[in-house]
Nanobody
Framework: VQLQASGGGSVQPGGSLRLSCTASGFGLINGNIGWFRQASGKEREGISYISKGDGSTYYSDSVKGRFTISRDLAENKVYLQMDSLKPEDTAVYYC????????????????????WGRGTQVTVSS
C-alpha cells in the first residue's frame, strides 16, 4: 500500500497548481484520502478530504473556495486543484489514507494515519 504525491512547485500569488496523489495496493473506493500540509515551523494541518464511498468532500476554512479535491477511480488518483494561491499556502503538501487503519483518524491533523505519500513542496512567492 503506497501513495505518491506530486505536482508541487513555485508559483506567484494568485496562481494555480494541481497536486496528484497516486494510490497503489488498494482502490480509492476502499480508503479515504486526505491532503495535509505543513509549513515551516507550524503544525501539520488537514486541508481537504475525499471519502471512499460516495466521494464526498471536505475543506478546511483556510482553503475553502480556492482548492478543489477530486478523484479518478480508473487512474486511482486523487487531485488537489489549488487556485488563487497565497503566500500563506507555502508548505510541504502530503496525501494520506486510512486504508487498513483500525480505529479512527484525526483528519484535522493526520494523527493516527499510517500511510503517507512523500511530501511535495509548494511555494507561493512573488
Amino acid at each position: 500500500v503506497q501513495l505518491q504525491a506530486s505536482g508541487g512547485g513555485s508559483v506567484q500569488p494568485g496562481g494555480s497548481l494541481r497536486l496528484s496523489c497516486t494510490a497503489s495496493g488498494f482502490g480509492l473506493i476502499n480508503g479515504n484520502i486526505g491532503w495535509f500540509r505543513q509549513a515551516s515551523g507550524k503544525e501539520r494541518e488537514g486541508i481537504s478530504y475525499i471519502s471512499k464511498g460516495d466521494g464526498s468532500t471536505y475543506y478546511s476554512d483556510s482553503v475553502k473556495g480556492r482548492f478543489t479535491i477530486s478523484r479518478d477511480l480508473a487512474e486511482n488518483k486523487v487531485y488537489l486543484q489549488m487556485d488563487s494561491l497565497k503566500p500563506e499556502d507555502t508548505a510541504v503538501y502530503y496525501c494520506a489514507t486510512d486504508y487498513g487503519l483500525i480505529g479512527g483518524a484525526d483528519w484535522s491533523t493526520g494523527r493516527y494515519l499510517e500511510v503517507w505519500g512523500r511530501g511535495t513542496q509548494v511555494t507561493v512567492s512573488s
